[in-house]
T-cell receptor, first 113, second 115 residues
Framework: EAAVTQSPRSKVAVTGGKVTLSCHQT?????MYWYRQDTGHGLRLIHY???????EKGDIPDGYKASRPSQENFSLILELASLSQTAVYFC????????????FGPGTRLTVL | GDSVTQTEGQVTVSESKSLIINCTYS????????LFWYVRYPGEGLQLLLK?????QKGSSRGFEATYNKETTSFHLQKASVQESDSAVYYC????????????FGSGTKLTVEP
């Protein structure tokens, strides 16, 4: 069965610190995505990737970097975490094709203090 | 740009009653977008509930259905008789040109089904 896992599941970080969120998929999918969700808002796309060693900006990339070292792994990096980056982060994967279903991980709750 | 609007943040329905969750969309593309409903159960990631990629068509899954209405730009989710196990957060989403793989999500509607 398709699986997307995220680590950590929750994290408390300090303002100005570096945070790395990791995502791993066993779906053999080309596309991977990072979204954030704030209370009362929908999921918003931060970065995505359709091939290893390449990433694309989504709607809200500022303050975030992404890394896709292999087809299976996709990381989200906050070099200088800020209070405004407190949110739930979701990773997803999908096969190539515009009608493809996205498979989501369980989410990471990040709190920046 | 594209956007999806879900007007109800929370909905409470008694078991066996009917349900409707509203979703409207806006797009600047000349093409018709693909429309989706995703559901998130407690402690889990979002999962696809149903999708419709052709205007005028209806999608259905697990007793839920939604019709793609291009005239009213709506994609409301309906179920005739809800169960407690349907309690979850429901998200409407669309995929559009230039990249159908990039989805735009609504803010979600939390459904609570009371026994």
């Amino acid at each position: 069965e398709a699986a997307v896992t995220q680590s950590p599941r929750s994290k408390v970080a300090v303002t100005g610190g570096k945070v790395t969120l990791s995502c791993h998929q066993t779906n053999n999918h080309d596309y991977m995505y990072w979204y954030r969700q704030d209370t009362g808002h929908g999921l918003r796309l931060i970065h995505y990737s359709y091939v290893a060693d390449s990433t694309e900006k989504g709607d809200i990339p500022d303050g975030y970097k992404a890394s896709r070292p292999s087809q299976e792994n996709f990381s989200l990096i906050l070099e200088l975490a800020s209070l405004s980056q407190t949110a739930v982060y979701f990773c997803a994967s999908s096969s190539l094709g515009g009608y493809a279903e996205q498979f989501f991980g369980p989410g990471t709750r990040l709190t920046v203090l | 740009g594209d956007s999806v609007t879900q007007t109800e943040g929370q909905v409470t329905v008694s078991e066996s009653k009917s349900l409707i969750i509203n979703c409207t969309y806006s797009t600047t593309s000349i093409a018709y977008p693909n429309l989706f409903w995703y559901v998130r159960y407690p402690g889990e990631g979002l999962q696809l509930l149903l999708k419709v990629i052709t205007a005028g068509q209806k999608g259905s899954s697990r007793g839920f259905e939604a019709t793609y209405n291009k005239e009213t730009t709506s994609f409301h989710l309906q179920k005739a008789s809800v169960q407690e196990s349907d309690s979850a957060v429901y998200y409407c989403a669309l995929g559009d040109l230039p990249n159908y793989n990039v989805l735009y999500f609504g803010s979600g509607t939390k459904l609570t089904v009371e026994p």
